[in-house]
């Protein structure tokens, strides 16, 4: 019998109208619940009021970059064990390790590879529970 991975809620933390729209298709076709949060004021907002199991982070953002947004969330205790996985269009490099740096425990570049984000997400998840 196959074990039975109970699907988890993610932030996505993104400015941009149309990659939320994508992910949130995406995830929640996969059985997640997803909470958007479209600057760093709403994503802390979302983290005081919602059970989040892992976090996928915009890193360019108009108010506060994703490094810095990641970085802030990793110094409050009650967060601090939440996985944060940046997702950018920053491929270049030293971008990965930039974000690694910050505090993100993964990266994921743009464009989205959709068919295998859930599996990529799950991934986290299950590092996170069984540490």
Known sequence: MALEFKKST???????PDNRSL?????E???YTVIEAINAKQALEKLENH???LVLM???MPDMDGYTLTARI????????IPIVAVTANVMR?????????GCDGYIQKPIDIDTL???IERFILRRTNV
């Open 58 to 60: 915009d890193i360019n």
């Open 94 to 102: 030293g971008d990965r390790e930039k974000s690694l740096g910050a």
């Open 51 to 53: 059970p989040i199991d």
């Open 118 to 120: 859930s599996q990529q």
């Open 23 to 27: 992910i949130r298709r995406v995830l």
């Open 10 to 16: 993610v932030l996505y933390v993104e400015d941009n």
């Open 74 to 81: 990793k110094t409050i205790e009650q967060f601090s064990g």
């Open 29 to 31: 076709a996969e059985g």
